[in-house]
Protein backbone atom coordinates (compact mmCIF):
# COMPACT_ATOMS: atom_id res chain seq x y z
CA UNK A 1 0.00 0.00 0.00
CA UNK A 2 1.26 3.49 -0.46
CA UNK A 3 2.62 5.40 2.02
CA UNK A 4 4.26 8.84 2.88
CA UNK A 5 7.62 8.40 4.30
CA UNK A 6 9.86 10.86 6.40
CA UNK A 7 13.12 11.00 7.22
CA UNK A 8 14.35 11.42 9.68
CA UNK A 9 12.16 9.59 12.44
CA UNK A 10 14.31 11.77 15.27
CA UNK A 11 16.87 14.49 15.35
CA UNK A 12 18.36 16.58 17.73
CA UNK A 13 19.98 19.67 16.79
CA UNK A 14 21.78 22.58 18.96
CA UNK A 15 19.33 26.13 19.50
CA UNK A 16 19.85 28.67 16.18
CA UNK A 17 21.03 25.66 13.45
CA UNK A 18 19.56 24.78 10.75
CA UNK A 19 17.31 22.11 9.96
CA UNK A 20 15.80 19.86 7.08
CA UNK A 21 12.98 17.44 7.38
CA UNK A 22 12.36 15.34 4.28
CA UNK A 23 9.67 13.37 2.87
CA UNK A 24 8.84 11.45 0.19
CA UNK A 25 5.03 11.90 -0.63
CA UNK A 26 2.09 9.00 -2.39
CA UNK A 27 3.39 9.06 -5.91
CA UNK A 28 0.26 10.17 -7.70
CA UNK A 29 -0.53 12.55 -4.81
CA UNK A 30 -0.83 16.27 -6.10
CA UNK A 31 -0.93 18.23 -2.53
CA UNK A 32 1.69 18.35 0.27
CA UNK A 33 1.59 19.71 3.52
CA UNK A 34 3.34 19.75 7.10
CA UNK A 35 1.72 19.69 10.52
CA UNK A 36 3.44 19.39 13.65
CA UNK A 37 1.91 18.79 17.19
CA UNK A 38 4.13 20.04 20.18
CA UNK A 39 4.08 17.43 22.75
CA UNK A 40 0.64 16.53 24.62
CA UNK A 41 -1.10 19.13 22.30
CA UNK A 42 -3.33 18.83 19.53
CA UNK A 43 -2.02 18.51 15.34
CA UNK A 44 -1.45 22.34 13.80
CA UNK A 45 -1.40 22.81 10.41
CA UNK A 46 1.53 24.80 9.18
CA UNK A 47 1.63 25.17 5.05
CA UNK A 48 0.20 23.34 2.12
CA UNK A 49 1.71 23.04 -1.13
CA UNK A 50 0.39 23.00 -4.94
CA UNK A 51 2.08 23.26 -8.06
CA UNK A 52 5.20 24.10 -6.84
CA UNK A 53 4.08 27.11 -4.66
CA UNK A 54 2.67 27.56 -1.32
CA UNK A 55 -1.26 27.80 -1.66
CA UNK A 56 -1.64 28.08 2.27
CA UNK A 57 0.25 28.82 5.32
CA UNK A 58 -0.74 29.08 8.94
CA UNK A 59 0.44 31.99 11.26
CA UNK A 60 2.94 29.65 12.70
CA UNK A 61 4.52 29.60 9.26
CA UNK A 62 6.78 32.34 9.73
CA UNK A 63 10.13 33.87 7.76
CA UNK A 64 12.40 30.94 9.58
CA UNK A 65 9.84 28.38 7.68
CA UNK A 66 10.31 27.28 3.92
CA UNK A 67 9.48 24.33 2.03
CA UNK A 68 10.49 22.85 -1.30
CA UNK A 69 9.85 20.67 -3.58
CA UNK A 70 13.77 20.09 -4.76
CA UNK A 71 12.98 16.85 -7.55
CA UNK A 72 9.79 14.98 -8.32
CA UNK A 73 9.85 12.81 -5.24
CA UNK A 74 10.79 14.49 -2.32
CA UNK A 75 9.06 17.27 -0.12
CA UNK A 76 11.09 19.04 2.39
CA UNK A 77 10.82 21.36 5.49
CA UNK A 78 13.61 23.96 6.46
CA UNK A 79 13.87 25.43 9.64
CA UNK A 80 16.91 28.26 9.31
CA UNK A 81 17.05 28.94 12.98
CA UNK A 82 15.52 26.80 15.38
CA UNK A 83 14.18 27.66 18.48
CA UNK A 84 13.76 25.79 21.81
CA UNK A 85 9.58 25.86 21.20
CA UNK A 86 10.03 24.19 17.96
CA UNK A 87 10.67 21.23 19.55
CA UNK A 88 8.01 18.94 18.12
CA UNK A 89 6.83 16.03 16.15
CA UNK A 90 6.50 17.50 12.40
CA UNK A 91 4.06 15.24 10.33
CA UNK A 92 4.12 15.16 6.15
CA UNK A 93 0.96 14.80 4.77
CA UNK A 94 -0.03 13.93 0.82
CA UNK A 95 -3.57 14.30 -0.95
CA UNK A 96 -4.38 13.72 -4.54
CA UNK A 97 -7.26 16.64 -4.47
CA UNK A 98 -7.30 19.86 -2.59
CA UNK A 99 -9.57 22.93 -1.96
CA UNK A 100 -10.99 20.66 1.09
CA UNK A 101 -11.56 17.12 -0.97
CA UNK A 102 -9.62 14.37 -0.70
CA UNK A 103 -8.45 12.05 2.19
CA UNK A 104 -4.79 13.43 3.70
CA UNK A 105 -2.84 10.44 4.47
CA UNK A 106 0.59 11.24 7.12
CA UNK A 107 3.42 9.69 7.17
CA UNK A 108 5.33 8.26 10.53
CA UNK A 109 6.84 12.18 11.48
CA UNK A 110 9.99 13.16 12.98
CA UNK A 111 10.64 14.32 15.98
CA UNK A 112 12.64 17.39 16.82
CA UNK A 113 14.38 17.95 19.62
CA UNK A 114 16.10 21.35 19.94
CA UNK A 115 18.53 21.75 22.90
CA UNK B 1 -12.45 30.68 13.72
CA UNK B 2 -13.81 26.98 12.80
CA UNK B 3 -13.62 25.05 16.17
CA UNK B 4 -13.21 21.33 16.42
CA UNK B 5 -14.33 19.30 19.75
CA UNK B 6 -13.74 16.11 20.56
CA UNK B 7 -15.59 14.07 23.53
CA UNK B 8 -14.92 12.93 26.13
CA UNK B 9 -11.32 14.19 26.34
CA UNK B 10 -10.55 10.84 28.47
CA UNK B 11 -12.00 6.94 28.28
CA UNK B 12 -11.08 4.48 30.56
CA UNK B 13 -12.41 1.01 29.32
CA UNK B 14 -12.20 -2.79 30.28
CA UNK B 15 -11.49 -4.87 27.64
CA UNK B 16 -14.30 -5.95 25.47
CA UNK B 17 -16.30 -2.96 26.35
CA UNK B 18 -18.07 -0.49 23.37
CA UNK B 19 -17.35 3.19 22.94
CA UNK B 20 -18.39 6.03 21.14
CA UNK B 21 -15.95 9.03 20.77
CA UNK B 22 -17.58 12.06 19.11
CA UNK B 23 -16.64 14.78 17.43
CA UNK B 24 -18.98 18.69 16.70
CA UNK B 25 -17.41 21.23 14.27
CA UNK B 26 -18.94 24.48 13.73
CA UNK B 27 -18.66 24.87 9.74
CA UNK B 28 -19.98 22.94 6.93
CA UNK B 29 -17.60 19.96 6.26
CA UNK B 30 -15.97 19.09 3.36
CA UNK B 31 -13.73 16.25 4.37
CA UNK B 32 -14.11 14.51 7.95
CA UNK B 33 -11.13 12.00 9.14
CA UNK B 34 -10.63 9.70 12.22
CA UNK B 35 -7.25 9.09 13.01
CA UNK B 36 -5.51 6.75 15.60
CA UNK B 37 -2.31 8.00 17.38
CA UNK B 38 -0.48 4.88 18.56
CA UNK B 39 2.14 5.16 21.20
CA UNK B 40 4.81 6.28 19.30
CA UNK B 41 3.30 8.93 17.51
CA UNK B 42 2.19 7.86 14.46
CA UNK B 43 -1.23 9.24 12.95
CA UNK B 44 -3.19 6.30 11.64
CA UNK B 45 -5.96 6.59 9.12
CA UNK B 46 -9.21 5.54 10.32
CA UNK B 47 -11.84 6.57 8.10
CA UNK B 48 -12.44 9.52 5.77
CA UNK B 49 -16.12 10.08 6.09
CA UNK B 50 -17.45 13.47 5.38
CA UNK B 51 -21.21 12.04 5.23
CA UNK B 52 -22.41 8.87 6.28
CA UNK B 53 -21.18 5.41 7.76
CA UNK B 54 -18.81 3.49 7.52
CA UNK B 55 -17.52 -0.13 8.88
CA UNK B 56 -13.86 -1.33 8.93
CA UNK B 57 -13.56 -4.37 11.28
CA UNK B 58 -14.11 -3.35 14.99
CA UNK B 59 -14.50 0.28 13.97
CA UNK B 60 -17.51 2.36 12.36
CA UNK B 61 -18.44 6.21 11.78
CA UNK B 62 -20.85 8.29 11.35
CA UNK B 63 -20.62 12.10 9.66
CA UNK B 64 -23.52 13.61 10.10
CA UNK B 65 -22.82 16.68 8.12
CA UNK B 66 -26.62 18.66 8.89
CA UNK B 67 -25.86 19.14 12.14
CA UNK B 68 -22.19 18.66 12.49
CA UNK B 69 -21.19 15.92 14.04
CA UNK B 70 -19.32 12.66 13.80
CA UNK B 71 -19.48 9.60 15.79
CA UNK B 72 -16.51 6.74 15.65
CA UNK B 73 -17.60 3.49 17.37
CA UNK B 74 -15.33 0.85 18.82
CA UNK B 75 -16.81 -2.33 19.29
CA UNK B 76 -15.53 -4.95 21.57
CA UNK B 77 -12.23 -2.91 22.29
CA UNK B 78 -8.65 -4.88 23.10
CA UNK B 79 -5.65 -3.12 24.51
CA UNK B 80 -4.48 -2.25 21.70
CA UNK B 81 -7.25 0.30 21.00
CA UNK B 82 -5.59 2.37 23.11
CA UNK B 83 -3.94 5.61 22.22
CA UNK B 84 -5.65 9.34 21.39
CA UNK B 85 -8.14 9.18 18.72
CA UNK B 86 -8.40 12.59 16.48
CA UNK B 87 -10.95 13.83 14.09
CA UNK B 88 -9.68 16.12 11.86
CA UNK B 89 -12.13 18.66 9.69
CA UNK B 90 -12.21 20.88 6.49
CA UNK B 91 -14.32 23.31 5.38
CA UNK B 92 -15.10 25.99 2.52
CA UNK B 93 -12.26 26.00 0.17
CA UNK B 94 -8.98 25.67 2.57
CA UNK B 95 -6.66 22.78 2.50
CA UNK B 96 -5.74 22.70 5.55
CA UNK B 97 -7.24 20.09 8.03
CA UNK B 98 -7.97 21.61 11.71
CA UNK B 99 -7.36 18.72 14.09
CA UNK B 100 -9.86 18.39 17.48
CA UNK B 101 -8.25 17.81 20.68
CA UNK B 102 -8.50 14.39 20.61
CA UNK B 103 -9.81 11.63 23.15
CA UNK B 104 -7.05 9.49 25.28
CA UNK B 105 -8.21 6.19 25.18
CA UNK B 106 -6.91 3.39 27.85
CA UNK B 107 -7.66 -0.17 27.58
CA UNK B 108 -7.47 -2.22 30.42
CA UNK B 109 -7.02 -6.03 30.29
Known amino acids: EPEVTQTPSHQVTQMGQEVILRCVPISNHLYFYWYRQILGQKVEFLVSFYNNEISEKSEIFDDQFSVERPDGSNFTLKIRSTKLEDSAMYFC?????????????FGQGTRLTVV | GIQVEQSPPDLILQEGANSTLRCNFSDSVNNLQWFHQNPWGQLINLFYIPSGTKQNGRLSATTVATERYSLLYISSSQTTDSGVYFC???????????FGTGTLLAVQP
Open chain 2, 88 to 98: AFRGGATNKLI
Open chain 1, 93 to 105: ASSERGRGRGEAF
